[in-house]
């Protein structure tokens, strides 16, 4: 990006004053309560039941946690985002029953490694968090999500899409309007380079025709 910034996300004291004004909803996205059913229905559809167990990559403030944790047994919502102070804001002010999720299932982590999460993880869902990564940490978060969770079933997640090679280098307006780029934020990839990053990493992959906010487009991948 022309400022050095990966991402928005990263500029100094972002989430410090985004949270100091009271804005843990505004700074994920917007679109609250539509966004959040649609990722549990898109879960729930993929075969999420009560008994999995689901990492919440780039949970943001719990738009998704607080209908998973409400819907998943007690201690089956794991949660990771590169600021816990946005999550801890979340489980203090979005959950219907807090003591539902251990404070413990919230860990921070920037860089897809995944700490302190169990390898019992069933499901994982990454909405609208490589739409604002250039494409290897894709790569990153494919690779350790393969090693790190053997019995990882359903893996669902979202980029933005160039239509072509050709259009690849210049910005992309997508269907909802978002015009996105491929050097600096919001990203768009190649769907031929999202589908052999998967398929490298050791998962089966498949493009969906769900058209979801923004313009993002879905991924379910599964171990090959």
Known sequence: MSNGLVSPYTAPD????????????????????????????LLREAGLLPHHRLLDIGAGSLRL????VPY?????????DASRALMLAGHAQELADPARLSPDHLIEDADFT???IPDTITHAIAFAVFTHLPMNHLRLALLSLHARFPRLETL???????PDAAALPRPVKQP????THATRAPWHML?????????????????RADRLPRGQVLFTATRA
């Open 114 to 116: 995944f700490p302190a």
């Open 14 to 41: 972002f989430y410090a004053d985004a949270l100091s004004k009271g804005r843990h909803r505004d700074i994920v996205g917007g679109r609250w309560d539509e966004t959040g059913r649609l990722q549990m229905d």
């Open 72 to 80: 998943l047994d007690a201690g089956h919502y794991w949660a990771t």
């Open 156 to 162: 669902l997640f979202t980029t933005f899409l160039a």
């Open 191 to 207: 769907a031929e380079d999202v589908l052999h990053l998967a398929t490298a990493s050791g998962f089966a992959i498949r493009q």
């Open 65 to 68: 946690g607080c209908k998973a």
């Open 176 to 179: 909802d309007g978002v015009v």
